[in-house]
């Protein structure tokens, strides 16, 4: 790719402090590669069913949602958090469709962005979202959960301490 053209390209989807949705889970993985790998790869395409992989072959699971959304204007109430949490029917590795019923990942990392001052708001900061990190298992069965029920589940912790807790899950 021409170097202007990838210049231009980051520069719409990223110089601004709210990210829209599209785009903001990709940005959250990124900054999780830096705090979980090498331990960690970072394997998320297209239609994969997971995030990341450790060398266990266990699979983690990025889910985040933000108070903000880069389309508020004023009257918009801040979001309060919901995730997809839904099993599935199908998992895919590449271009491979597996039927699997359930959940692909053996845990989830749910990353929430609680910042509603307009000013200060910047999803591109690491220091301003919350990681909760919950074992598939401990999830309920149901499609979504809000960010209440998941810290009502588990605490949540800054970046620097997701491998910690992350180990201290799969323990």
């Known amino acids: 790719m021409d170097a202007e053209l990838k210049?231009?390209?980051?520069?719409?989807?990223?110089?601004?402090?709210?990210?829209?949705?599209?785009?903001?889970?990709?940005?959250?993985?990124?900054?999780l590669t830096q705090v979980l790998e090498p331990e960690w790869r970072?394997?998320?395409?297209?239609?994969?069913?997971?995030d990341f992989e450790n060398g266990d072959g266990v699979r983690l699971e990025v889910k985040q949602s933000a108070a903000l959304q880069s389309w508020y204007g004023d009257g918009f109430p801040p979001n309060r958090g919901r995730f997809d949490i839904a099993a599935r029917k199908v998992r895919w590795e590449g271009k491979c469709r597996i039927e699997q019923a359930g959940r692909v990942a053996s845990i989830y990392i749910f990353a929430w962005h609680p910042v509603t001052d307009v000013d200060r708001a910047d999803n591109r900061e690491p220091k301003q979202w919350q990681f909760h990190i919950v074992r598939s298992d401990a999830l309920p069965p149901q499609k979504t959960i809000t960010h209440s029920k998941l810290s009502a589940i588990v605490e949540a912790v800054g970046i620097e301490e997701v491998p910690a807790k992350l180990r201290q899950a799969l323990s």
Do not use: Q, Y
């Open 7 to 31: 210049s231009r390209l980051m520069s719409a989807l990223f110089d601004k402090p709210l990210v829209t949705n599209t785009f903001r889970g990709t940005l959250v993985e990124a900054m």
């Open 42 to 50: 970072w394997c998320s395409a297209d239609w994969a069913s997971h």
